[in-house]
T-cell receptor, first 114, second 116 residues
Framework: DGGITQSPKYLFRKEGQNVTLSCEQN?????MYWYRQDPGQGLRLIYY???????QKGDIAEGYSVSREKKESFPLTVTSAQKNPTAFYLC?????????????FGPGTRLTVT | AQSVAQPEDQVNVAEGNPLTVKCTYS??????LFWYVQYPNRGLQFLLK??????LVKGSYGFEAEFNKSQTSFHLKKPSALVSDSALYFC??????????????FGRGTQLTVWP
């Protein structure tokens, strides 16, 4: 988990409210990612960003939004349009130079919406 | 299309016995392959990766993985399992061709349980 922080660890919201999850990294990585994890479904990519002020939709972007105003930060907003937002959310980062590079993950935020 | 399959949802092994967690992949070009481990309510931790070269890759905590191109597999192994190895293991792949963005495709995970 070193180098990437996610806050808070647990988050509770009422249905219909937007909520923003924080992700900060001090690894000087250009690329950052948001994943959603549900039991038995592995990791599904929500959004990713290769560079500041640029990001792309992943496989399940509907109901989510992101921004990348600083290299170190990639916050994720879960909007009220997301039909089933309760899940474990993981942020990751990686370098982009060289041929191959692993992603480093934060500790995750568990969001519960009732 | 890139994809990863982990055919076993669960693997159970006795402490001290060897363990294998299976992974097969599909990519258009040459694969970059990764194994991660996740403990409950934590993020994923990187274990090892295969880029090129020796088919046997050694990683953290005594784990190793064997790349087999003909079988498109990258099974994770450990000669002697520990109770503390009990966790969720993910295999991931990236195609060596295409954009330099390191998007990985993950398997659904295999829950490893090592009993005393």
């Amino acid at each position: 988990d070193g180098g990437i922080t996610q806050s808070p660890k647990y988050l509770f919201r009422k249905e219909g409210q937007n909520v923003t999850l924080s992700c900060e990294q001090n690894l000087n990585h250009d690329a950052m990612y948001w994943y959603r994890q549900d039991p038995g479904q592995g990791l599904r990519l929500i959004y990713y960003s290769q560079i500041v002020n640029d990001f792309q939709k992943g496989d399940i972007a509907e109901g989510y939004s992101v921004s990348r105003e600083k290299k170190e930060s990639f916050p994720l907003t879960v909007t009220s349009a997301q039909k089933n937002p309760t899940a474990f959310y993981l942020c990751a980062s990686s370098g982009t130079s060289g041929r191959a590079y692993e992603q480093y993950f934060g500790p995750g935020t568990r969001l519960t919406v009732t | 299309a890139q994809s990863v399959a982990q055919p076993e949802d669960q693997v159970n092994v006795a402490e001290g016995n060897p363990l294998t967690v299976k992974c097969t992949y599909s990519v258009s070009g040459n694969p970059y392959l990764f194994w991660y481990v996740q403990y409950p309510n934590r993020g994923l931790q990187f274990l090892l990766k295969y880029i090129t070269g020796d088919n046997l890759v050694k990683g953290s905590y005594g784990f190793e993985a064997e790349f087999n191109k003909s079988q498109t597999s990258f099974h994770l192994k450990k000669p002697s399992a520990l109770v503390s190895d009990s966790a969720l293991y993910f295999c991931a792949v990236r195609d060596s061709r295409g954009s330099t963005l390191g998007r990985l495709y993950f398997g659904r995970g295999t829950q490893l349980t090592v009993w005393p």
